[in-house]
Nanobody, 115 residues
Framework: QVHLVESGGGLVQPGGSLKLRCSAS????????MAWYRQAPGKQRELVAT???????DYAIFAKGRFSVSRFWSNNTMYLHLNSLQPEDTAAYYC?????????WGRGTQVTVSS
């Protein structure tokens, strides 16, 4: 069974930073493309960043220069470093992958940016 578990969210002041973590099991993490999405209240879920098996990354325009995605095969974990956070970054952040023709999601971790 595939499981994706996010952690690391919380309340942070504007300009602050957080590191989100996604632990994956049930997939071959070494070959799977992984992604981070987010969904703010009343808005559609949107792609934040992707990271391929070879380490190649891609970012949404709002994430470029502020967010950084990485992965470590030793512990089947993907990270999302969030820097220079602003109130508009407030959202639930989700880990996603596609494996054997199916799409899998974690339950999300909440990031709230507020003074």
């Amino acid at each position: 069974q595939v499981h994706l578990v996010e952690s690391g969210g919380g309340l942070v002041q504007p300009g602050g930073s957080l590191k989100l973590r996604c632990s994956a099991s049930g997939i071959n993490f070494k070959i799977a493309t992984m992604a981070w999405y987010r969904q703010a209240p009343g808005k559609q879920r949107e792609l934040v960043a992707t990271i391929k098996a070879d380490g190649a990354t891609d970012y949404a325009i709002f994430a470029k220069g502020r967010f950084s995605v990485s992965r470590f095969w030793s512990n089947n974990t993907m990270y999302l470093h969030l820097n220079s956070l602003q109130p508009e970054d407030t959202a639930a952040y989700y880990c996603e992958t596609q494996w054997r023709g199916r799409e899998f999601w974690g339950r999300g971790t909440q990031v709230t940016v507020s003074s």
